[in-house]
T-cell receptor, first 111, second 114 residues
């Protein structure tokens, strides 16, 4: 079992719709969770971080964490073509500084 | 500088040669990370530094890979006797500290081993 799993996609959504990106992780001791966006040929950039169960909202983005289910998701409301990118889920396990990344989900927002 | 810088941006080398990749973190960032990203793949953790110390070297793929950091700033990733499977983008990230601090990524070095 991979430490951090994501559906590779591509996930296609129409412009203006809600995009839902999902991630599961295997280590119950994980403490910190991150969503990065990576445009083709570019470096990852942080979108959201979440540490506690529940929802965290920032503009059009909402991160959701459920530690019992070992599940973290990212919702993008009012999706725009500029949101088309690969979204990487990253998890840090408590006591360790290593951050494990998923392989990413490619999102395509269709105008 | 304003962000993490890496050099060179591109490196083409022949199989068996040694290469050095450089990372200059954001000023004041004590933590520094190296990752590798192969074409179409996710990020593979290689090593991290807290100050000049590298507590976790478990991600280094083989003993051909080594890294050092001096003065709590610049880091160098060295790959000896490069192989074609070493071809990838090598990304460096830095953060103000560990745990919850955000990692900021550099632009990467694209390494091609012929």
């Amino acid at each position: 079992q991979k430490e951090v799993e994501q559906n590779s996609g591509p996930l296609s959504v129409p412009e203006g719709a809600i995009a839902s990106l999902n991630c599961t992780y295997s280590d119950r001791g994980s403490q910190s969770f991150f969503w990065y966006r990576q445009y083709s040929g570019k470096s990852p950039e942080l979108i959201m971080s979440i540490y506690s169960n529940g929802d965290k909202e920032d503009g059009r983005f909402t991160a959701q964490l459920n530690k019992a289910s070992q599940y973290v998701s990212l919702l993008i409301r009012d999706s725009q073509p500029s949101d088309s990118a690969t979204y990487l889920c990253a998890v840090r396990t408590g006591g360790y500084q290593k951050v494990t990344f998923g392989t990413g989900t490619k999102l395509q927002v269709i105008p | 500088g304003a962000g993490v810088s890496q050099s060179p941006s591109n490196k083409v080398t022949e199989k068996g040669k040694d290469v050095e990749l450089r990372c200059d973190p954001i000023s004041g960032h004590t933590a520094l990370y190296w990752y590798r990203q192969s074409l179409g793949q996710g990020l593979e953790f290689l090593i991290y530094f807290q100050g000049n110390s590298a507590p976790d070297k478990s991600g280094l793929p083989s003993d051909r890979f080594s890294a050092e950091r001096t003065g709590g700033s610049v880091s160098t990733l060295t790959i000896q006797r490069t192989q074609q499977e070493d071809s990838a983008v090598y990304l460096c990230a830095s953060s103000f500290g560990l745990e919850k601090y955000t990692q900021y990524f550099g632009p990467g070095t694209r390494l091609t081993v012929l």
